[in-house]
Structures are given as structure tokens and as C-alpha cells.
Nanobody, 120 residues
Framework: QVQLVESGGGLVQPGGSLRLSCAAS????????MAWYRQAPGQQRELVAG??????NYADSAKGRFTISMDNAKNTVYLQMNSLQPEDTGVYYC???????????????WGQGTQVTVSS
């Protein structure tokens, strides 16, 4: 059984920073992609940033302010968020495409979400 466990959310003032972490645990053969999505109140979940074999991609709103990185040895992805603004508020979900041993396909997993609130 694979689990994604997020941490690092909280309340921060505009202009502040937060670092989110997401650790994948369980029987893992290979992780193809890890990413962060955000869901603001009343809105659809949207991609914030992703990383695949070291290559990264970002939503336009995250470029220049957020950095996604991965520690392959720990199966952990990080999202460093700087210059946070109120519009960054939402629940941040970790997403991963993982292959488990003896199964010849990848499956999508989601974390439980962590709340990020940017407010003065």
C-alpha cells in the first residue's frame, strides 16, 4: 500500500514563505512524476508545479516564486513557496505517479491535502 503524507502548510502573511513536503511510503518500485496541486474554495483543483526525472514545470502563477524539488532517496517532493499572496490560499495536494513491484503499470496517488492560508 502506497501513501502520500504532506506537511508544512499553515497561516502566513502576504510576502511570506512556506515549504511543503510530501513523502511517499510503502512498496514502491519507481516514481515517475510528483506534483503539487491547489484547490481554492469553490474552484477546481489545478496544477501548481510538477517534477519528472529532474525536469520541472510550473503554472504561470507559480513561476519565479515557487520551486519544486525532489529527494529521490527519500521519495519526498518539496515545494518552496516565496512571496506568497492571498490568491495562493487553498488546500495543496500532493500527486504522484507510482509503479509498485510486480505490477507493469503506473497508478496515480493523492495525499490528504494541507491547508495554506495567506492573510494579514
Amino acid at each position: 500500500q502506497v501513501q502520500l503524507v504532506e506537511s508544512g502548510g499553515g497561516l502566513v502573511q502576504p510576502g511570506g514563505s512556506l515549504r511543503l513536503s510530501c513523502a511517499a511510503s510503502g512498496s514502491i518500485f519507481r516514481i515517475a512524476t510528483m506534483a503539487w496541486y491547489r484547490q481554492a474554495p469553490g474552484q477546481q483543483r489545478e496544477l501548481v508545479a510538477g517534477i519528472t526525472d529532474g525536469s520541472t514545470n510550473y503554472a504561470d502563477s507559480a513561476k519565479g516564486r515557487f520551486t519544486i524539488s525532489m529527494d529521490n532517496a527519500k521519495n519526498t517532493v518539496y515545494l518552496q513557496m516565496n512571496s506568497l499572496q492571498p490568491e495562493d490560499t487553498g488546500v495543496y495536494y500532493c500527486h504522484a505517479s507510482i509503479r509498485v513491484p510486480l505490477v507493469d503499470r503506473y497508478r496515480i496517488y493523492w495525499g490528504q491535502g494541507t491547508q495554506v492560508t495567506v492573510s494579514s
